[in-house]
């Protein structure tokens, strides 16, 4: 059995050579000053405590104890939803991932007791699943369009193979390829085919398969996803695009169904071309793409329209104040995206990784790290009823449906991960952020205020190749290099290339002028609109900075005048606008009669920022005068 490559416990290495590669996590350091650096150093210090302390709380891993015999609730039933066995699995992954990154030994003994609870519950064929050894009478895998039986499984295999690279418990290793076994088994290509409703075990034995060599568990990922779009699952009140059964994954070209469910197929198909070579997926995986990030992604990164469903609406269907645009979702995206910045090395890729985590992701977790948004709209309605946790007016503490909690967590332990790549050549920089990045015969120590700045100082030892992304809205960069030659110059959307000696050191300035930018035509919610963004960061307006007696509704912005800045962290915009007079019947004659209306200016902060000082009104598009 071929061992894992030596210094890569990144997610997401692929075996077969690829076009980029992942940097080690150890060769990877984020500035805790840094926006994303800091926000790790929240995860380690708060969300993750916060997440074991959680699913303790909520019976989650009293689930597990009632099965052997020692319940802290005598006679006690299965608590949670049926997928609750995830949250602890996803926490544990965190928790792996934060081992890698910083050697902590903080949650040893939980992992010691973990480890030893799931050896006792796992069945000796290897199947382990609270909710369906602790219901009488059902059956594994039985009810696999709803039962999520495999999308725990893989997330117990991730977890496993995070906890392995952090130099942890090697048991969890042992109970997670006993179950993959045991899928590898069942799933045969010889048994009836069989999918589960909710994707996400196809990415996790992959990744397995890259952590020890086993040709099975890349085999039954391959089935798994070979077999969707054949009618395998009843297509139920939602319909096959719910469970992504609806067409084979090379003919499945438009973005639909379940977001969450639709992005985690499409990353483990990804996974799988990166592994066999397979044109044709590459071909329909970047049609995917182009549907969902080109016709159906909200302007912050988030994913998902429609709330029955959790789903993709219509090719721009994206109302702001209806916006789904889970959690997951856009963590689900990057991952995605992720995968296809290695297949073929296009900056439009990290591009939209950076757009997801400095809004729709950043926005989900407040500053503290200990509360959460499940749903992410881009515009709450003055009045607005957030008593429903699934459109809350505020962050909540944990929900019932607790997938993006533990989610944030171990995307933000691992983020580093995702920042840089190497090749042949030397070394790519493709999330901005202050930080030391290590390829094989070159170090890059980045020093930047970045995304409130423009300035990059980048400060070379060895000799190579370094690649730097230049973001789509750069028009104008420059770039600066001493003891270096610039091979590409600084293009909007592309990568300033340089070849680096010893000591070299290179200066990018990016432009950071505010902007306006104004959605297609076709994304009617918002015709007559328009959003702000500064660099990669789009703002909006909050009901706490306006003045008393007006709301976001009585707003239009005046775009003629200019937008301000202020000297703050982050940085906030004045924008010109004008109050108009709500008006008092519903419906009104054509043209509107004449009305006063009272210039003012008002304060814009960071979208991702909203909602940490109180309940209240808000809105990234705005109405122009």
Same mark, same amino acid.
């Given at each position: 059995?071929?061992?894992?490559?030596?210094?890569?416990?990144?997610?997401?290495?692929?075996?077969?050579? @690829?076009?980029?590669?992942?940097?080690?996590? +150890?060769?990877?350091?984020?500035?805790?000053?840094?926006?994303?650096?800091?926000?790790?150093?929240?995860?380690?210090?708060?969300?993750?405590?916060?997440?074991?302390?959680?699913?303790?709380?909520?019976?989650?891993?009293?689930?597990?104890?009632?099965?052997?015999?020692?319940?802290?609730?005598?006679?006690? +039933?299965?608590?949670?939803?049926?997928?609750?066995?995830?949250?602890?699995?996803?926490?544990?992954?965190?928790?792996?991932?934060?081992?890698?990154?910083?050697?902590?030994?903080?949650?040893? *003994?939980?992992?010691?007791?973990?480890?030893?609870?799931?050896?006792?519950?796992?069945?000796?064929?290897?199947?382990?699943?609270?909710?369906?050894?602790?219901?009488?009478?059902?059956?594994?895998?039985?009810?696999?369009?709803?039962?999520?039986?495999?999308?725990?499984?893989?997330?117990?295999?991730?977890?496993?193979?995070?906890?392995?690279?952090?130099?942890?418990?090697?048991?969890?290793?042992?109970?997670?390829?006993?179950?993959?076994?045991?899928?590898?088994?069942?799933?045969?290509?010889?048994?009836?085919?069989?999918?589960?409703?909710?994707?996400?075990?196809?990415?996790?034995?992959?990744?397995?398969?890259?952590?020890?060599?086993?040709?099975?568990?890349?085999?039954?990922?391959?089935?798994?996803?070979?077999?969707?779009?054949?009618?395998?699952?009843?297509?139920?009140?939602?319909?096959?695009?719910?469970?992504?059964?609806?067409?084979?994954?090379?003919?499945?070209?438009?973005?639909?169904?379940?977001?969450?469910?639709?992005?985690?197929?499409?990353?483990?198909?990804?996974?799988?071309?990166?592994?066999?070579?397979?044109?044709?997926?590459?071909?329909?995986?970047?049609?995917?793409?182009?549907?969902?990030?080109?016709?159906?992604?909200?302007?912050?990164?988030?994913?998902?329209?429609?709330?029955?469903?959790?789903?993709?609406?219509?090719?721009?269907?994206?109302?702001?104040?209806?916006?789904?645009?889970?959690?997951?979702?856009?963590?689900?995206?990057?991952?995605? +995206?992720?995968?296809?910045?290695?297949?073929?090395?296009?900056?439009?890729?990290?591009?939209?990784?950076?757009?997801?985590?400095?809004?729709?992701?950043?926005?989900?977790?407040?500053?503290?790290?200990?509360?959460?948004?499940?749903?992410?709209?881009?515009?709450?309605?003055?009045?607005?009823?957030?008593?429903?946790?699934?459109?809350?007016?505020?962050?909540?503490?944990?929900?019932?449906?607790?997938?993006?909690?533990?989610?944030?967590?171990?995307?933000?332990?691992?983020?580093?991960?995702?920042?840089?790549?190497?090749?042949?050549?030397?070394?790519?920089?493709?999330?901005?952020?202050?930080?030391?990045?290590?390829?094989?015969?070159?170090?890059?120590?980045?020093?930047?205020?970045?995304?409130?700045?423009?300035?990059?100082?980048?400060?070379?030892?060895?000799?190579?190749?370094?690649?730097?992304?230049?973001?789509?809205?750069?028009?104008?960069?420059?770039? @600066?290099?001493?003891?270096?030659?610039?091979?590409?110059?600084?293009?909007?959307?592309?990568?300033?290339?340089?070849?680096?000696?010893?000591?070299?050191?290179?200066?990018?300035?990016?432009?950071?002028?505010?902007?306006?930018?104004?959605?297609?035509?076709?994304?009617?919610?918002?015709?007559?609109?328009?959003?702000?963004?500064?660099?990669?960061?789009?703002?909006?307006?909050?009901?706490?900075?306006?003045?008393?007696?007006?709301?976001?509704?009585?707003?239009?912005?005046?775009?003629?005048?200019?937008?301000?800045?202020?000297?703050?962290?982050?940085?906030?915009?004045?924008?010109?606008?004008?109050?108009?007079?709500?008006?008092?019947?519903?419906?009104?004659?054509?043209?509107?009669?004449?009305?006063?209306?009272?210039?003012?200016?008002?304060?814009?902060?960071?979208?991702?920022?909203?909602?940490?000082?109180?309940? *209240?009104?808000?809105?990234?598009?705005?109405?122009?005068?």
């Amino acid at each position: 059995m071929n061992e894992s490559p030596a210094g890569t416990p990144a997610p997401a290495v692929p075996r077969r050579p @690829a076009r980029l590669t992942p940097l080690p996590l +150890s060769a990877v350091r984020l500035d805790p000053a840094s926006l994303l650096g800091g926000r790790q150093e929240v995860n380690a210090a708060a969300t993750i405590p916060h997440c074991v302390d959680n699913i303790e709380r909520t019976g989650v891993i009293e689930n597990f104890r009632r099965l052997v015999g020692v319940p802290a609730v005598p006679d006690g +039933s299965f608590q949670g939803m049926l997928f609750a066995d995830s949250d602890l699995y996803k926490t544990l992954e965190a928790i792996g991932w934060e081992m890698a990154r910083t050697g902590t030994d903080r949650w040893a *003994g939980l992992l010691s007791d973990v480890a030893e609870l799931l050896e006792q519950v796992q069945t000796p064929a290897g199947y382990l699943n609270t909710r369906v050894q602790g219901t009488p009478g059902a059956e594994p895998f039985s009810q696999l369009e709803h039962s999520h039986e495999l999308y725990c499984a893989g997330h117990l295999i991730q977890a496993a193979v995070a906890i392995h690279r952090g130099g942890g418990d090697p048991r969890f290793l042992t109970i997670a390829r006993r179950f993959a076994d045991l899928i590898a088994r069942t799933f045969t290509a010889d048994a009836a085919p069989r999918i589960d409703g909710h994707p996400e075990v196809e990415t996790a034995l992959i990744e397995l398969y890259r952590e020890t060599g086993e040709e099975s568990y890349l085999r039954a990922a391959e089935l798994q996803i070979e077999r969707r779009g054949h009618g395998v699952l009843p297509p139920g009140g939602l319909g096959s695009q719910y469970y992504q059964d609806h067409l084979p994954v090379r003919a499945a070209t438009e973005a639909i169904g379940h977001s969450v469910r639709q992005l985690y197929l499409a990353a483990g198909v990804t996974d799988l071309q990166l592994e066999n070579g397979d044109e044709t997926l590459l071909h329909a995986m970047t049609q995917l793409w182009d549907s969902a990030f080109g016709t159906k992604m909200y302007i912050t990164g988030g994913h998902g329209s429609r709330h029955r469903d959790e789903a993709y609406g219509d090719p721009y269907e994206l109302p702001p104040d209806r916006a789904y645009a889970e959690t997951c979702a856009s963590i689900a995206a990057l991952q995605w +995206s992720w995968r296809l910045l290695l297949a073929t090395g296009r900056a439009r890729y990290a591009e939209e990784m950076e757009r997801a985590l400095l809004n729709a992701i950043a926005a989900s977790t407040t500053a503290d790290g200990t509360a959460f948004f499940y749903s992410n709209p881009l515009q709450l309605r003055t009045g607005h009823d957030g008593s429903h946790e699934d459109a809350p007016s505020e962050r909540l503490p944990w929900y019932e449906c607790a997938c993006c909690p533990p989610n944030l967590a171990r995307l933000l332990a691992s983020v580093h991960g995702y920042a840089a790549t190497s090749d042949a050549s030397g070394l790519q920089l493709h999330l901005l952020t202050a930080g030391s990045f290590t390829a094989d015969t070159l170090t890059v120590v980045v020093e930047t205020g970045y995304p409130w700045s423009g300035e990059v100082l980048m400060s070379i030892r060895g000799r190579g190749e370094l690649a730097v992304r230049i973001p789509p809205w750069a028009a104008g960069a420059t770039a @600066a290099a001493t003891g270096a030659k610039v091979l590409a110059e600084p293009t909007a959307g592309d990568y300033l290339r340089v070849s680096c000696d010893d000591g070299a050191i290179v200066r990018i300035t990016l432009p950071m002028k505010p902007r306006l930018v104004r959605a297609d035509r076709r994304v009617d919610a918002v015709r007559g609109c328009v959003a702000i963004e500064r660099g990669p960061i789009v703002y909006c307006v909050e009901q706490a900075d306006l003045p008393d007696g007006v709301t976001v509704e009585q707003l239009a912005l005046d775009p003629s005048g200019a937008i301000l800045e202020e000297v703050s962290h982050p940085v906030h915009l004045r924008l010109p606008a004008i109050i108009t007079p709500l008006d008092t019947t519903l419906y009104q004659p054509y043209p509107p009669a004449s009305t006063a209306s009272t210039p003012v200016t008002i304060t814009a902060i960071p979208y991702y920022t909203w909602a940490n000082r109180e309940p *209240g009104a808000m809105r990234v598009w705005l109405p122009l005068a």
